[in-house]
């Protein structure tokens, strides 16, 4: 059964038509990638699998059961989080009352430290800068501290934003190995990406959104060999 | 970056920046004019500060070419620069601003002089020449301005030159001379109560301000208490940093102890002068909490607050005074209290409910209106049933606390009911602050979309801010209602809201501390919307310098004027630095 379902979603915002009979469905302990070009949508898939946007017909499907119309806190206490495109941390806030707030709606105290610990060990940076205000780290720092705040809440499956968004050339490699570290830990990951080339070659499988409609669906293999996809998506540079 | 922090200096310090000195001479001259313009030195001259040698109406005026100079010379000294020599150069710069300052005087009373504007500005007028011309002649009069204006710069720009000991030893005597002649009323009125008149009646004026031996007096001691109790302060704070953590919160719950019994006891020492004026801080100290929870904690910007202070006021008056026009059941303040309360809450779930949806400016504009519509409708005819419209309710009782009752007339209790509301709402303040709501409610502060996606219920949890704030705002409402005995819409006009704001901006939104010392100031010194202050004789210039003290925070202190604990010991040099580095690339990052 899958963890995470699209089933026929369209999305407006007002009267425009973002999201066409969107269906996509994420597994257990997969790394899924959702590729496309600006305003293709993507982030608006994001946000309806959250529930930060409510689809206008279809059906969001979390565990077997319809959460369409559950609210977002529904859905991030039953293990689904997203790290926000551009990261988006609480700026003037601690690094610390960051990675707490990742943990809100968690009351298992022990769960909470164990989880903290295992940040720092993931990134020990964050721990020796837990006290600074958020908005001063560094943008490879920050991208620590928002997947770091996600990891909080004990996911089971991430939703991550454009994660290579806004970093160096030399953090991407990092942030691509760290997403892989992440998912071997049992975490279901499904990644938002114009970096068609790396997404791909972490990912499981793939969908391809244009204008809002899905035109691929296959594994990441095939999606690498596609001509049209390398025609239109991979081209010289891998993005888009 | 922590490693190059300790190197000696790698680059040198900028020289001495004259146009940053030209552009403070331009901003004094206009000060300066637009000071004497506004009618301050005219208006203030009668209450002295040290007498005979210096009227508050002068001192508006001679802060300006020491304050400017002093600002124009200071410099930031950055991580791997080495300090620049200060020299007289930095004397000539002080100078240069104190007499650009002076000239702007010098400038206005020519005009003065030669013509007449007094149809547009009505202060343009032969006593504002006679003032500035110290009532000699106008010649004469800009002269001295000229030695006075540039002596004043020298001494400004002489604080970067002297030892820092030697500075703050200088702005100990004058802050000290300057507040000790402010609380006139308070301490005369404290020290009655020690029967330690002999004290007042020496340093004081009976018609306000220091005397001259007074003052000398008051420096004195400002340099002299330090240097007698410095040391052992100083002593007890090191035994107190040494103890360990649980230890040392014991010493912290004592003192906080000890300092609320103080206070307590406090108003059987103070008169009824010093008692009102504490009492009316106090209200606005339990405005300004409820507020600050409202928009320090959850950033919602709500210009409207008053509606709740004024349903406070309100429903307690009908609920109480026999002469409600409507319903009158005359309750007991008490039980009233908790129908107020229900109230208040209710009202704010009815305001913040449409409110809450809209964000930013939108939110601003709502809830302003709002503010005014429940004024409009406690004026209304349609309800004048009720609430007897222009005529108000009157009547209403004291608080009855079966050892006597809490009214007007006898400021004392009423000090003591507001302190005791007051310790609840910061112990609620606090508590919050550190709850788990009170962390929701900074991530909607921050971020209200990623609030949501960490599973904030931003709805439910921005609702309990307006419900939060109402309530603590009805507290003040009911205290107000009783002490006052009678209320009119006219009390709740928008311009409380917005005093209350500068109150929460000035201390430090978000800052508990600095909330309470930035009503405490604020209010007590300058007064309240119709609350006069200490000094009473500001009067018609309260607002001019409630908006240009709101003005100079946001500019240079948006944190406020006591720096949050937790913020400031987050913000070392380093990370200012970091700040200033990464806000180019932030602000790129993201365009929200
Ligand atoms: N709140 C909103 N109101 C109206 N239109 C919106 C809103 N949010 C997004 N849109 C529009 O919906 C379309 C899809 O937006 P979306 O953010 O999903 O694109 P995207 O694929 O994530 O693009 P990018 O790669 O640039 O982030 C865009 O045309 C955008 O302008
Ligand atoms: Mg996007």
Redesign the interface.
């Known amino acids: 059964m899958p963890l995470l379902e699209l089933r026929g979603i369209n999305t407006h915002y007002g009267a425009v038509h973002i999201l066409k009979d969107v269906d996509l469905a994420i597994f257990p302990g997969e790394l899924v990638c959702l590729l496309g070009g600006n305003a293709s949508g993507k982030s608006t898939t994001l946000k309806t699998l ?1 529930g ?1 946007v409510t689809p206008t017909t279809g059906d969001v499907v979390l565990d077997g059961e319809i959460v369409t119309h559950h ?3 529904y859905r ?2 039953r293990g689904v ?2 790290v ?1 495109e ?3 941390l ?5 690094v610390k ?1 960051n990675l ?3 943990a ?2 968690r009351t298992d105290r022990d769960g909470i430290a164990n989880d903290l610990e295992r940040v720092f060990e993931m990134f020990p940076r964050v721990k020796e800068r837990l ?3 958020s ?5 490879g720092e920050q991208q620590m501290v928002a997947v770091g ?1 996600a990891l909080m ?1 004990d996911p089971r499956v991430l939703l991550m934003d454009e994660p290579s968004m ?1 970093l160096a050339p030399a953090l991407v490699q990092t942030n691509f190995e760290l997403i892989q570290q992440i998912h071997e830990e049992g975490v279901a990951i499904f990644i938002v990406e114009q970096n068609a080339n790396m997404a791909l070659s972490i990912a499981d499988r793939g969908w391809v959104l244009q204008t809002g409609k899905v035109v691929l669906d296959d594994s990441a293999e095939a999606l690498l060999a596609n001509p049209e996809l390398r025609a239109s998506y991979l081209g010289e540079s891998g993005s888009v | 970056m922590t490693a190059t922090a300790n190197d000696a200096s790698t680059f040198e310090a900028p020289g001495l920046d004259w146009r940053r000195q030209i552009r403070f001479s331009a901003i004094g001259a206009l000060s300066c004019a637009f000071i004497a313009l506004a009618g301050m030195p005219v208006g203030l001259d009668r209450r002295s500060i040290v007498y005979p040698v210096l009227s508050l109406g002068y001192l508006s005026l001679f802060w300006v070419p020491f304050v400017l100079a002093s600002l124009a010379g200071s410099q930031v000294v950055l991580e791997g620069m080495g300090e620049r020599e200060r020299d007289t150069r930095d004397l000539a710069a002080g100078a240069l601003v104190g007499l650009g300052s002076a000239l702007g005087l010098v400038g206005l009373m020519i005009l003065v002089k030669n013509f007449n504007l007094r149809d547009p500005l009505v202060n343009w007028s032969p006593q504002l020449l006679e003032l500035l011309s110290f009532n000699r002649s106008t010649t004469l009069g800009m002269l001295l301005w000229v030695v006075l204006g540039t002596t004043l710069g020298l001494l400004g720009g002489a604080m970067h030159v002297v030892p820092a000991m030697v500075r703050a030893k200088i702005l100990t005597v004058v802050l000290s001379v300057l507040i000790v002649s402010v609380l006139q009323t308070f301490l005369t009125d404290l020290l009655e109560g020690f029967r330690l008149e002999v004290f007042t009646d020496f340093i004081y004026y009976k018609r306000g301000g220091l005397e001259i031996l007074g003052a000398l007096l008051v420096a004195v001691l400002a340099i002299a208490i330090p240097l007698l109790v410095a040391g052992r302060i100083k002593g007890l704070r090191a035994r107190v940093q040494k103890m360990p953590p649980d230890e040392r919160s014991r010493v912290n719950l004592v003192l906080l102890g000890v300092g609320a019994a103080l206070l307590l006891v406090l108003p059987f020492f103070l008169g009824k002068i010093a008692n009102e004026l504490l009492a009316n801080v106090g209200l606005f100290v339990l405005l300004a909490l409820g507020l600050n929870i409202v928009v320090g904690l959850a950033g919602i910007l709500d210009l409207g607050y008053v509606a709740f202070f004024a349903v406070g006021g309100y429903t307690t008056a009908v609920l109480t005074s026999p002469n409600s026009p409507g319903f009158s059941p005359e309750l007991p303040w008490p039980v009233a209290l908790i129908v107020v309360v229900v109230l208040t809450g209710l009202v704010g779930l009815f305001i913040g409910a449409p409110v809450i949806r809209m964000r930013g400016d939108y939110l601003a504009i709502v809830t302003l209106g709002f503010g005014e519509i429940i004024r409009l409708l406690f004026l209304s005819d349609w309800l004048s049933g009720w609430f007897g419209g222009a005529q108000g309710i009157t009547n209403i009782p004291g608080v009855d606390v079966g050892i006597g009752t809490v009214k007007g007339t006898d400021p004392r209790s009423v000090f003591l009911l507001v302190l005791v509301f007051c310790g609840i709402a910061i112990y609620v303040s606090w508590r919050l602050e550190h709850s788990r709501l009170g962390r929701a409610w900074m991530a909607i502060r921050e971020d209200e979309d990623v609030a949501e996606a960490m599973g904030v219920n931003t709805t439910s949890t921005k609702l309990m801010a307006f419900v939060v704030g109402a309530v603590l705002a009805s507290f003040s409402g009911a205290i107000f209602s009783a002490k006052v005995g009678s209320i009119f819409p006219t009390s709740f006009i928008m311009l409380v809201s917005i005093i209350i704001l500068v109150v929460v901006i000035v201390g430090g939104m978000g800052n508990i501390a600095g909330v309470i010392v930035g009503a405490v100031v604020l209010i007590g010194v300058l007064g309240g919307p119709k609350q006069p202050g200490l000094l009473q004789e500001l009067g018609q210039f309260k607002l001019l310098i409630y908006g240009a003290l709101l003005v100079w925070m946001m500019l240079k202190r948006p944190e406020g004027l006591v720096p949050n604990v937790r913020r400031s010991r987050e913000l070392h040099q380093e990370e200012f630095l970091q700040d200033a580095w990464l806000k180019g690339e932030i602000d790129e990052e993201d365009p929200s």
């Open positions: 959250l930060m609210s977002t806190s991030v206490e989080t997203m926000p551009n990261r988006r609480f700026k003037r806030l601690s009352e707490e707030l990742g809100y709606l006290n600074q205000k908005g001063t780290l560094s943008g705040r809440s806004g």
